[in-house]
């Protein structure tokens, strides 16, 4: 079967995500990175822009982590804090969340 000069066809692979250009491989290896590292620091590490860094760890862990069951959280008493940004007065130490 011969393809045309200006043909172009497209090719199902399963170990691909649905309109990405990664496999499922290398989005779990950004992610596990991402786990232990600084985006900024995988991203140079892997040579990728910090966005298209972000995006693979965030499109993977919407894959692979649970939905969300809102009553589950009902009891909630205490939120962790992951990172403190306290760039141009920002102070997000201060914020209080919880139901008692």
């Known amino acids: 079967m ?4 200006n043909e172009r066809r497209l090719e199902h692979c399963p170990f691909v995500y649905k309109g990405s250009y990664f496999t499922h491989r290398f989005c779990r ?3 596990g990175l991402c786990r232990h ?3 900024q620091s995988v991203s140079r590490h ?4 910090w966005e298209t860094t972000k995006n693979i760890d965030k499109a993977y862990l919407h894959q692979t982590l649970p939905a969300l069951e809102p009553e589950k959280l009902s009891g909630l008493k205490y939120i962790g804090v992951d990172e403190v940004a ?3 007065g920002h102070d997000y130490m201060r914020c209080e969340t919880g139901v008692e």
Do not use: Q, T
């Open 2 to 5: 011969f393809i045309n000069k």
């Open 46 to 49: 892997l040579k990728l822009r």
């Open 86 to 88: 306290r760039a141009k």
């Open 37 to 39: 590292m600084s985006i």
């Open 29 to 31: 290896l950004v992610s």
